[in-house]
């Protein structure tokens, strides 16, 4: 069952926010701002996020990492919780497609409540049951929709809380990877990361294409959830507990750099890019673990691939606040 936006005002915000891009220019663009604190401190979130000057309206969506069972390094529920409320926002996830505590939704929920994310705030499994939603991506370079959880239409704006390190199969995790592998349904997993081939979670293993496919689909993915909200997405990456592995690894490599800061921005690809800098700039020794992680799967593609197709610029200026 395919379900189609219902809203005529997140329409208009949609064309309106793409028009923008289209009648500037990528190229003429002006750069996007990266805020910067490098203190990190559940205060220090919330002045990231009124940095932006962004008011996310509406019912707000708080995308997070629920954290694989037996994962040390994944964003605690308790130190996220003030940003969460300060935006009146849902804290929302979807089911994994690979094996583990997540990849369905009575396991995931068992693992919701031991992990305390209903603790404090609303949460909310976004496919918990089905069908799926299914957004379009007409200009998509890989996929030509994404499967995601059908709670999504209750939501008017998203908060993308992402804790940056790195992915066994995307070279990094941020911004980027919350909005595409992140937002999709335990099927639209299994869509991008097949690059479009399956959407069966227990033959996807069977099914994976070369890597700049699976990359590239994780664009398209991301660039169809912008689209559905308009533009009306603010996004923080918190660089702490930076391991090579993710957060829904059980058994992660412990951190292999020492805490960096946080970041905000509204633009995704700006955001990530400017993680994967301060990283390459670093003087920390553990970095070339990590960036080896990076480059052993080019993980710099997942940007490339974003910026090409425009809802973003790699282009950005960092400024520091304190």
Known sequence: MRFYFSSNSRILKTALFFAKISLKGIDEMEKAKVYFIKEITPENIIKAYEALGKKLSGKVAVKMHSGEDGNKNYLRADFVKDVIN??????????????????????????????????????DLLDAEGPDMVLDIPNGRILKKNLVGKNIENYDSMLVLSHFKGHMMGGYGGALKQLSIG????????????????????????????????????????????????GNIAYINVMKNISIDCDCD????????????????????????????????????????????????????????????GFGSREYELITIE
């Open 86 to 123: 300060h935006v009146n926002g849902t804290v929302v996830e979807c089911n994994t497609a690979y094996e583990g505590a997540r990849n369905y939704t009575h396991k995931h929920l068992e693992l919701i409540k031991k992990h305390e994310w209903d603790k404090y705030f609303p949460f």
């Open 183 to 230: 937002c999709a349904s335990s099927a639209g997993k299994a869509l991008i990361h097949s690059a479009g081939a399956v959407e069966d979670q227990q033959i996807l293993w069977d099914n994976l294409p070369e890597q700049d496919k699976f990359l590239e689909s994780m664009a398209d993915a991301a660039l169809s959830i912008v689209n559905y909200f308009g």
């Open 250 to 309: 059980r058994n992660a490599s412990a951190p292999c750099m020492a805490d960096i800061g946080i970041l905000a921005s509204l633009d995704p690809i700006a955001i990530d890019q400017a993680c994967l800098d301060i990283v390459y700039n670093s003087n920390d020794p553990g970095k070339e673990k990590l960036i080896e992680r990076i480059e052993s799967r080019h993980g710099v593609h997942t940007i490339e691939a974003s910026a090409q197709l």
